[in-house]
């Protein structure tokens, strides 16, 4: 297992670290109603998830294998569930992406949320255990577990403390997810009928080892199962439906959330369990995926444009962006993969902060119109330069991070397919359209409406949440390498099928 | 009459050779004489007490009945075996049900001390009833005569058509047991009429005996056993509401007391799923195979769709609880090895769950059961947070969420379904489970996102009920979290019930299995 030269704390970190947050949502319970310190406490909790978390990337070059931290306990020994957890250098980033989303969802709350404060940030805590829990797994039943236990706590969230359309908003969402992974646990049920494991690494083994009975026949349809569930999440563009609705009902934690990290659960699903378990059939299957992936960067940018609704209007830049990262997966090339996983890193820095900018903005107007606003840069300048920070690192400005990810993705997808990488970067120029073309609209010129001349700028608590998706943002463009050198070696172990399935094509 | 007088001399020979029944014959039934002796107590002491004090007492002698029964159900076991010329046998299996048919019990008494105290209902002939009842259960699961069953359904059957119309009060009550009662009789006359043909092409009324006459010649099973199984089908497919034998079940639970509902919805359906394993699978019924699928199928689609709609809680559960059936059914058109024991679980499963919401539902519904509806529970979340969260658990257990019970046993129906080679049953029951997710999901959309109505009053959860659904959320948090111990319990005995037959019955199960 390789822990043997790690310090004492290597078993057990990545359980704290998912854990943490759950706990601290618990301790909550027990915290009388008194709001402030409710809410101190959810923010020293999510900093202390947090700091642990960043031992992770510290020592990730630690030990051998692909996956680090691992613990494997036996959880239910019939059917054989093991408590299985482990990183590699995709997910870790992932897990620090979702602690670094939350203190800052803490403080983006403090005055949104006057109702109903315990439970807010009780479910708060316990929505990000689960996601950390969905990167960290590495039993699939575990995975489920952890995927599954995302969903309540998020509908609750956009359901209970949402804009108007809450609660239609909050059962789409449940539903469509929920029927998604429904799908996939037949497929893993199956897996496990089969192999009588739930482990990844043991099924992944078995397949390629062809050991696994009646596998040939039933591939395409386990591949389906999960992708479905994956596509939904993602959401690849038939699928998308219930995300502008999300979005736009959903608190502005929950938005953040949603894009930062729940998006991303798909998209790693896919990488993970979709293309790790069935490279063959992902080989297959790659160009429709790609056609969907196209058609979703594309559609999405062209809506987004003309969104008058500046949250939904971020939520289908979401939709195409996210189509991108589907799109450098499928293109199964180094850069592509690459690219993929460092725009889910920095879709969920960017966007997470324009979700952050937006619900500022609600709380002084209580309105995402942007016919709402003009001007704004006069009574407010360091939101309007925050805001034209936050949107050049999301339109892919060189040296912010945005720019990174996309032109892995794009040469990639220039690389398996050259037409696909050409539409693709059309995608690319939209988003600078309907990014600027907004940023205009709210910020340049005079100020139109009356109300909008007394707006205050943004005080201390609000560039405490700003300052930190700033930076991130700025040190990811400008030292990539610091991330693509933890992500190259899992997305190198994640591409090894694909060489040999190349290398047996040129040979036939 | 030759017939008659011929036989004369050898019945006068047998009475006089007549041999009281060894002493661990009765320790075989020993659970069924404690819930009788405690049931007469109860019924006994009611008459002596004033009214007003009665509700106390007799629910704790009650209670201390189902525990003491409990902990004879522990002595019991030590006793495996046949008893009274193999009418009963004593083995995992009716260890099994007879712990979970009396738990259900204990905590469906649990939860109607306040109730009847509220709704004005005498105390007595309820906990008799219910504890009679109990009693036919217990008998169900462990009889392994076919008359002995019908006899213990009956008696199951009679005190839940006489619980079924406790609120006098109401006019729906009194339907509901009317219905019930007739609608219930008539389908045990369909299951009796299966025993006689049974009787007719195999020669025996004994479930072992069945099974070797079925299946030991090798030479074809005669039409009538085919019939017979189909006539069982339907007397037992009415007990667990089943599709197309379902109809009575939302007006009954509509109309019976809410704590009633949680027994009817759980225990004589797990006594009904006992007897339906045995006749199935351990009797090896002929034919079973798409009689089974069709009707799972059919109760699953059915169920969900119908509680679609549903704006009454009770009559909402009522059709989730045929959807479940349908759930449970799947399990048996899976191998009987598999099966056996995912059915086991489910019924465990659900009734913890199911008994839990009826009692949250029980307490809810106040005085003259006059808030079922789903607008009634509008904006529960701020009124009680805890009643709206122990019953959001429920919810999601019936939903199948991890940590839950319920998705245990949804999911060792499904990976036996697809051990056996059932994907299309496989597929029906996952498209099911999604349709079903959203009315669930209802009850918890009003609780938690819609204003409280100022006119539903929330009273204080009080003690006893408290405890029951204490309890319940245990067991569906300990079945959600450590399935491992009742599985192998239920997969140990399913092995020993089934292990004779499973030899042939692999043989037809393979001929089975979906083209």
Request: aromatic fraction near 12%.
């Amino acid at each position: 297992m390789g822990s043997v030269n790690m310090d004492s704390l290597g078993p057990i970190i990545l359980s704290l670290v998912t854990f943490i947050p759950a706990a601290g949502g618990l301790l909550i319970l027990l915290i009388p109603r008194r709001d402030r310190d409710i809410k101190l406490f959810a923010l020293v909790i999510s900093l202390l998830a947090f700091v642990a978390s960043l031992h992770l990337p510290v020592h990730l070059h630690r030990g051998q294998g692909l996956f680090k931290f691992e613990i494997d306990k036996v959880w239910i020994t019939s059917p054989n569930i093991h408590y299985h957890m482990g990183i590699d250098g995709i997910s870790v980033w992932l897990v620090v992406l979702t602690t670094f989303l939350t203190p800052l969802c803490v403080l983006i709350s403090w005055h949104s949320i006057q109702e109903r404060v315990k439970e807010f940030f009780i479910l708060l805590l316990i929505l990000e255990t689960a996601l950390i829990g969905v990167f960290t797994s590495l039993d699939l039943f575990l995975f489920y577990f952890f995927w599954e236990a995302t969903l309540i706590p998020m509908a609750l969230l956009i359901g209970m403390y949402g804009h108007g359309r809450r609660i239609y908003a909050a059962v789409k969402f449940f539903l469509f997810t929920m029927i998604g992974s429904m799908f996939m646990l037949a497929a893993i049920v199956w897996l496990y009928a089969k192999t009588g494991s739930f482990d990844f690494v043991v099924i992944q083994n078995a397949i390629r080892n062809g050991s696994v009975p009646g596998f040939e026949q039933a591939s395409l349809w386990l591949f389906l199962g999960f992708f479905i569930a994956f596509a939904v999440k993602v959401p690849i563009f038939p699928l998308h439906t219930w995300l502008p609705d999300a979005h736009v009902e959903a608190p502005t934690a929950g938005s953040v959330l949603l894009a930062g990290v729940l998006l991303k659960m798909g998209t790693y699903g896919l990488l993970r369990f979709d293309v790790g378990l069935f490279p063959e059939q992902a080989h297959r299957n790659a160009p429709w995926v790609m056609v969907l992936a196209l058609i979703g960067i594309i559609y999405g940018a062209l809506v987004s444009l003309v969104q008058p609704n500046m949250k939904k209007l971020i939520a289908y830049s979401s939709v195409s962006h996210l189509g991108l990262v589907v799109l450098g997966i499928f293109s199964f090339t180094t850069a592509g993969l690459n690219g993929a996983v460092f725009i889910m890193l920095a879709h969920g820095v960017a966007t997470g902060g324009l979700f952050m900018l937006a619900g500022i903005l609600y709380e002084r107007r209580h309105t995402y119109e942007i016919a709402e606003f003009g001007g704004l840069a006069t009574p407010m300048p360091k939101y309007a330069t925050f805001f034209l920070f936050t949107v050049l690192a999301s339109l892919g400005l060189p040296l912010l991070n945005g720019f990174i990810g996309e032109f892995l993705v794009l040469s990639g997808a220039f690389q398996a397919r050259p037409t696909y990488g050409i539409l693709a970067a059309t995608g690319v120029i939209w988003s600078a359209c309907y990014l600027l073309w907004m940023y205009q609209r709210v910020f340049f010129g005079k100020v139109k409406h009356e109300v909008n001349n007394t707006l205050p700028d943004l005080n201390l608590r609000e560039k405490a949440a700003l300052w930190p998706i700033a930076v991130a943002a700025l040190v990811m463009g400008v030292a990539p390498l610091v991330w693509l050198s933890a992500i190259d070696p899992a997305v190198q172990a994640a591409l090894a099928p694909f060489t040999q399935l190349a290398s047996r094509v040129v040979g036939q | 009459m030759t017939t008659l007088s011929h036989s004369l001399p050898g019945l006068l020979a047998q009475v006089q050779t007549f041999m009281p029944p060894p002493g661990a014959d009765y320790m075989r039934i020993l659970p069924e004489l404690v819930l009788s002796i405690f049931g007469m107590l109860v019924m006994v002491i009611d008459p002596l007490l004033d009214e007003e004090n009665s509700h106390q007492a007799l629910g704790t002698i009650a209670l201390i009945g189902t525990l003491a029964a409990l902990g004879s159900t522990c002595w019991m076991a030590q006793y495996p075996g046949t008893a009274f010329s193999n009418m009963v046998r004593v083995e995992g299996f009716s260890v099994f049900f007879h712990f979970l048919v009396i738990a259900i019990a204990a905590v469906v008494i649990l939860s109607s001390f306040e109730y009847l105290k509220v709704q004005r209902i005498r105390a007595g002939e309820y906990y008799g009833l219910i504890l009679f009842g109990t009693v036919g259960m217990c008998l169900m699961s462990s009889a392994i005569e076919l008359v002995l069953i019908f006899i213990a359904l009956e008696i199951s059957s009679i005190s839940t058509y006489v619980l079924a119309g406790f609120r006098r009060r109401d006019a729906s009550s009194s339907e509901s047991s009317l219905k019930y009662f007739l609608l219930g009789s008539f389908a045990t006359a369909f299951f009796l009429y299966g025993v006689a043909l049974v009787f007719g092409a195999t020669g025996s009324t004994n479930i072992d005996a069945i099974s070797l006459a079925l299946h030991s010649g090798g030479g074809p099973v005669p039409v009538l056993a085919y019939v017979a199984t189909a006539l069982m089908f339907v007397g037992l497919g009415f007990k667990v509401a089943s599709v197309p034998f379902h109809v009575w079940t939302p007006d009954v639970y509509e109309g019976a007391p809410a704590p009633v509902v949680g027994l009817m919805s759980t225990g004589p359906k797990a006594a009904a799923f006992a007897v339906l394993l045995r006749v199935m699978f351990e009797a090896n019924a002929p034919g079973r195979f798409w009689l089974i699928w069709v009707s799972a199928a059919l109760t699953m689609t059915l169920g969900n769709v119908c509680a679609l709609v549903q704006n009454n809680v009770k009559r909402l559960l009522a059709y989730s609880s045929i959807a479940h059936a349908g759930y449970l059914l799947v399990a048996f058109a899976a191998r009987p090895e598999l099966g056996t024991s995912a059915a086991m679980f489910y019924t465990a499963a659900y009734a913890a769950m199911n008994v839990g919401a009826f009692a949250v539902v029980t307490h809810f519904a106040n005085v003259g059961e006059k808030y079922v509806t789903l607008e009634d529970y509008a904006g529960l979340g701020r009124k009680s947070p805890v009643l709206a969260a122990t019953f959001t658990f429920f919810l999601m257990s019936l939903i199948g969420i991890p940590i839950t019970g319920g998705f245990f046993a949804k999911f060792y129906v499904l990976s036996a379904a697809l051990k056996s080679n059932l994907v299309g049953l496989a597929i029906i029951l996952v498209l099911n489970s999604a349709v079903g997710a959203y009315y669930y999901l209802r009850i918890i959309v009003m609780m938690y996102m819609r204003e409280p109505r100022g006119e539903v009053p929330v009273t204080p959860v009080p003690a006893a009920a408290a405890l029951a659904i204490a309890v319940c959320v245990l067991l569906t948090l300990y079945l959600g979290v450590l399935p491992g111990r009742v599985l192998d319990y239920a997969a140990h005995s399913a092995h020993a019930l089934v292990s004779d037959t499973a030899a042939s019955s692999t043989a037809s199960a393979s001929l089975a299995t979906e083209p």
